[in-house]
């Protein structure tokens, strides 16, 4: 009995890794996307990098909660998105000063857009399909 639960937590352990590894790949498309934006077409270049935050976010859920289930980690990536999102409505100094640093960019991001909450979607929903099929 000892053995099957040691299995299953190396399996969640080899999970979290696979996340953690997904994660990096994202983060590396994402700022590819930024950099090399000339180089892409006008599309990708404009609207990929918010989508590839929003499913970093999706497995950064997966790792935190490998436990749980996959539409717990979407629902959770929808609202942390949204937030962040409705977040830069909010215009203090303080906050400001923050999102003008590269950390405070790539996690809060710049400014309110409407299309932004399309590109989210499609990030997490893709995220969370991709997911979905290799749990299988």
């Known amino acids: 009995m000892n053995t099957k639960c040691y299995r299953s937590g190396e399996n969640f352990m080899r999970s979290r890794v696979y996340y953690g590894f997904a994660i990096v ?3 590396i498309l994402g700022i590819s996307s930024r950099e090399f934006s000339s180089f892409l077409p006008k599309f ?14 999706y497995l950064g859920f997966r790792v935190l909660l490998v436990r749980k289930s996959l539409t717990s980690a979407l ?5 942390f998105c949204c937030g962040v999102e ?16 590269l950390p405070g ?9 409407i299309a932004d909450f399309a590109r989210y979607g499609v990030g997490l929903m893709t995220a969370y399909l991709v997911d979905r099929y290799f749990q299988k």
Do not use: C, H, P
């Not at 629902?75 to 609202?79: E, I, L």
């Not at 409705?86 to 640093?101: P, V």
């Open 75 to 79: 629902w959770m990536s929808v609202v």
């Open 44 to 57: 990708v270049s404009e609207n990929f990098g918010d989508g590839l935050w929003a499913s970093m976010v």
């Open 25 to 27: 790949i994202t983060i």
């Open 86 to 101: 409705f977040s830069q409505l909010y215009q203090a100094d303080w906050i400001n000063e923050f999102r003008s640093t």
């Open 105 to 113: 960019s790539l996690v809060l991001g710049k400014g309110f857009l």
